[in-house]
């Protein structure tokens, strides 16, 4: 069974610019997670999907983040503009509702 | 909201040795997971455990939900062993939330 795909892996860009991150969930998987970790942090929720429906989007930072699930399948996150405190690994997770999650190998993000 | 806290944050051990992680909730759960982080960032499930024991090899972990708490047991260290331990903690369908994580240094 295929896990939770991620990209890119690394990603360096300048504050003020824009990016976008990809997720393509586990297949059958109705619960989508985003999670942002900070170097020495745990992971801290972002935005949680039932199919394509936001359950919890209470810590997304809305001026600048947004993310979108189409078709209550795979997701992309976009910041825009990034700031230096954006710097973080982004996770994306997949869970039958809300039994055993699994993560993808998540995005690092260095903005410059 | 849910509150967790893992003990100790670091811990720095012989290869061979055994070792025992921690982690405490605020309320009831009904959902607990174990993860390893590896040096590559990523997440790897060691147990979904709600409740009860498991076993996995070199690995158990227990769950007393009514006492609040998961122990994650780790023996016959090895230096593949080393990283970062997170138990993460869900009420119904609420989001998965982290503690800050155990770092275990196993040296040879």
């Known amino acids: 069974e295929a896990g939770v795909a991620q990209s890119p892996r690394y990603k360096i860009i300048e504050k003020r610019q824009s990016v976008a991150f990809w997720c393509n969930p586990i297949s059958g998987h109705a619960t989508l997670y985003w999670y942002q970790q900070i170097l020495g942090q745990g992971p801290k929720l972002l935005i949680q999907f039932q199919n394509n429906g936001v359950v919890d989007d209470s810590q997304l930072p809305k001026d600048r983040f947004s993310a979108e699930r189409l078709k209550g399948v795979d997701s992309t996150l976009k910041i825009q503009p990034a700031k230096l405190e954006d710097s973080a690994v982004y996770l994306c997770?997949?869970?039958?509702?809300?039994?055993?999650?699994?993560f993808g190998q998540g995005t690092r993000l260095t903005v410059v | 909201g849910i509150q967790v806290e893992q003990s100790p944050p670091d811990l720095i051990l012989q290869e061979g040795a055994n070792s025992t992680l921690r982690c405490n909730f605020s309320?009831?759960?009904?959902?607990l997971q174990w993860f390893h982080q590896n040096p590559w960032g990523q997440l790897i499930n060691l147990f979904y455990?709600?409740?009860g024991t498991k076993q996995n090899g070199r690995l158990s972990a227990t769950t007393v939900a009514t006492e609040r708490y998961s122990l994650l047991y780790i023996s016959s260290s090895q230096t593949t062993d080393s990283g970062v331990y997170f138990c993460?903690?869900?009420?119904?369908?609420?989001?998965?939330?982290f503690g800050q994580g155990t770092r275990l240094t196993i040296n040879p």
């Open positions: 455990i709600p409740s």
């Open positions: 993460a903690v869900r009420q119904g369908a609420q989001k998965l939330v």
């Open positions: 997770a997949s869970s039958l509702t809300s039994t055993e999650a699994f």
């Open positions: 309320d009831s759960v009904n959902n």
